[in-house]
């Protein structure tokens, strides 16, 4: 379970002022972990899970740019066009152009982080299906933490449980490419 999750913004906030440190933990911090781990997991003789926990605002359908929405939308989508879109957004906020080039409105840098997470839990779903190896994504809701500064509709305690429960669901009701929602029954659609 990849449980990377930082946003430097109050609820209300919209900064881009720790974009890179928040891509940096949100996306490549699990890209990086699941890569180093994926040596072992092929050696397991059951199926190896991965949960990404990621978030709605994660979702194409934040994304205003036509031509972003469109490459990540591709069938065939690399793990190097996902990196590419990622360079592009790092280097909109660098340029101060992330607004008018079509970026997520609310929370943009975590919400892009999460894009990508999902973006890069699609690829590699396709690049083990029909192996042994389950990837998904979990969107525990408006949770309180430190990020919502308390706020929220749950506790952290309830949103590890579905997690655990999603993690360790049996062979034969496990699937891959998912990313759920909420907390059941769970809404859940390919990523």
Not at 106 to 118: G, Q
Not at 128 to 143: A, D, I, Q
Request: overall charge positive; proline content about 5%.
């Amino acid at each position: 379970v990849n449980n990377a999750g930082v946003s430097f913004n109050d609820i209300h906030e919209n900064s881009v002022e720790f974009a890179e440190t928040v891509i940096k933990t949100n996306f490549h911090g699990p890209k990086l972990l699941t890569e180093s781990l994926l040596p072992l997991f092929r050696l397991s003789p059951s199926i190896s899970r991965i949960l990404n926990i990621s978030s709605r605002l994660g979702s194409i359908n934040k994304v205003r740019n036509h031509n972003i929405k469109e490459t990540l939308q591709k069938e065939r989508l690399s793990e190097e066009e996902i990196e590419g879109v990622v360079k592009m957004f790092l280097g909109d906020v660098k340029e101060g152009r992330w607004e008018r080039e079509g970026w997520p409105q609310i929370w943009t840098d975590y919400s892009v982080s999460k894009l990508a997470l999902n973006a890069y839990s699609r690829v590699l779903a396709k690049r083990f299906e029909g192996g042994r190896l389950s990837v998904n994504c979990f969107c525990p809701g408006y949770t309180q933490t430190s990020m919502t500064r308390g706020q929220g509709t749950h506790t952290p305690d309830a949103a590890a449980e579905v997690a655990v429960s999603l993690a360790l669901l049996p062979p034969r009701d496990l699937p891959t490419g998912h990313f759920f929602l909420g907390f059941g029954p769970y809404t859940q659609s390919r990523l």
